[in-house]
């Protein structure tokens, strides 16, 4: 399945990679999922090529344990991805290890991502449904433990769909003090990748990849990220979105193969946590988790 079928050990720049991702059956429909592979299958041999060269060497590959090198400014916020480089390059060795201490971050960000609760299937606006109202109200309870017994929440963004602003304000209601809060129609459901296998009851067009993609891609370019050097304390911040939203994130964050994110399921109102260190280094604490939530209050689809 283009590069991802095979990992190597050589640095191969996430965006290039993520394009032989579409590169899939040409012989489907072009109107299909799979429609948007043309463009791309050029330089899908090309890489193919040069993963299966590279594979053949031992000190590089290892067919059994397929691994690849973890990217280290895969925010664009490592400290020399920040300095001015004129500058740097002119200044003397002193001044060049102040200028990277500025701009190294050293706050960690713990991101909260919570599904909103069941909703209305077949009735636009898509409301909650009672139980949606339930499990958004027993979510709620646990994060104002949290919210009063570890640390305070410091901001929640939420999705600007019906069902997601109901989530959160069902949840705003039981955090006191109330921290800061914002809608993003960004971080609205859409169809993230064409994913890797396909559902053949579940078969989006491709310009709906093409177009929701983009715009996920960038929720996780806005919202996922390392601390600002200038943010002195960690921080722990919520998002209220969608499952598709959801599961993308944690592939990317991981810098895991995107189209593998309809692999995992989560939870209407569960809880999936991610801390991002300074170093850029990320750590996912949970996925999906619905430890709040009594058997009969459990739902998915």
Known sequence: MGVFSRVVKTTVPLG??????????????????????????????????????????????????????WNDNWDFRAPMSLVDEKKYSKEKD????????????????????????????DK??????????????????????????????????MSTMTRTTETANLILRRLAPQPPRSSDSLIEEGTPYPPEPALADWRPRAKEFFSEGSRIESAFRKHIHRASPKQKKGSTEVILCHGNVIRYFICRALQFPPEGWLRMSVAHSSITVMNIHPDGNVKIMSVGDMGHLPAEKISFA
């Open 16 to 69: 290039v990679a993520a394009h032989t991702a579409y590169s899939y059956k040409d012989e489907i429909a072009v109107d299909g999922i799979y429609g948007i592979a043309a463009p791309f299958t050029q330089l899908s041999y090309q890489l193919n090529a040069f993963v299966s060269s590279a594979s053949n060497s031992s000190t590089t590959f290892d067919s059994a344990f397929p691994r690849g090198q």
């Open 94 to 121: 002193e001044e060049k290890e102040q200028m990277i201490k500025e701009a190294t971050a050293t706050a960690t960000r713990t991101i909260v991502l919570i599904r909103h609760g069941q909703y209305e299937l």
């Open 124 to 157: 636009k606006p898509y409301a909650l449904t009672q139980l949606g109202r339930v499990q958004a109200v027993l979510v709620g309870k646990r994060l104002a433990e949290w919210h009063e017994k570890k640390r305070n929440i410091d901001e929640v963004t």
